[in-house]
């Protein structure tokens, strides 16, 4: 496996050398998407909370780059590391009080959330340009570079996450997430501070969708409240997140490649299969 894992890493790398910009930027998509998936693994996989509406790190992390960047000028690569630890900062404030609801009500909470800071953007007028959005500066280079720059960024990121995901598994917080998942009455039992355990998941969940939103955010150059604070990216994370199969370390990505590729292949295909049917 390990000897899979390389060589689907080089021949990843290698990418650019044979595929054409609109194929990275699919690619760059995925790998996206494996990064939220697998924060949503973190939380919902392992320790057994359905943090529906994690979105709103996704939202709330690129919003964060854009005003850096607009309004104080800073580089992308600051805005980027702000973003991603404001997010997980957020999460250890919240956590205590959010992760006292289960189930059901944990992800209605994390939903209400999510439309809590939509509405807070959406009213700051003054400093995220409010429902008209926020435009952000153009890079430097041209649109060859720019593909090439994304798909690294966002390629290493999904790597990252990999890593992450990897490490929270086998280390004594992965399975005490375990444990609340499985029993979280038993787990109090035990002696495990559960509290802090599913603070500290949400944490990195955050983190993990910070970082995605933060490189969305540059990468399109425009966001407003509803496209990044958007639920079908929840959902399709979701779905993503399920597909590979909670609590596995590589379950998401391959998730994340069939359901772009299948998501491309029917919008490309579409009007050749309506006709071929008729």
Known sequence: SGLLLVLAVCVLAAGPAFLGAYWLRILSTVF?????????????????????????????????????????????????????????????????????????????????????????????????????GISLPLPPWGPATNAMFFYYLLLGTMLLSIWITWEFSRRRIGLTCCAIRDNETKAEAMGLYTTRCKTVAWAISAFLTGLAGSINAYWITYIDPPAVFDMAIAVKSFVIFLLGGPA?????????????????????KLLNWHVGAL
């Open 248 to 268: 596995t370390v590589f379950g998401p990505v391959i998730a994340a490649f069939f359901i772009e590729m299948l998501a491309t292949l029917t919008w490309s």
């Open 32 to 132: 996206m998407y494996a990064v939220l998936a697998q924060g949503i693994n973190i939380i919902a996989g392992y320790t057994g909370y359905p943090a529906f509406g994690n979105v709103v790190f996704f939202g709330l992390s690129g919003y964060i780059t854009a005003v850096l960047m607009v309004k104080l000028q800073l580089p992308f690569v600051l805005g980027l590391c702000v973003a991603a630890g404001i997010c997980p900062l957020l999460a250890l404030a919240l956590g205590p009080l959010l992760l006292r609801l289960k189930g059901h009500y944990f992800a209605i909470a994390t939903l209400g959330l999510n439309e809590v800071f939509k509405e807070v953007v959406s009213n700051s007028i003054g400093l995220t340009g409010g429902g008209s």
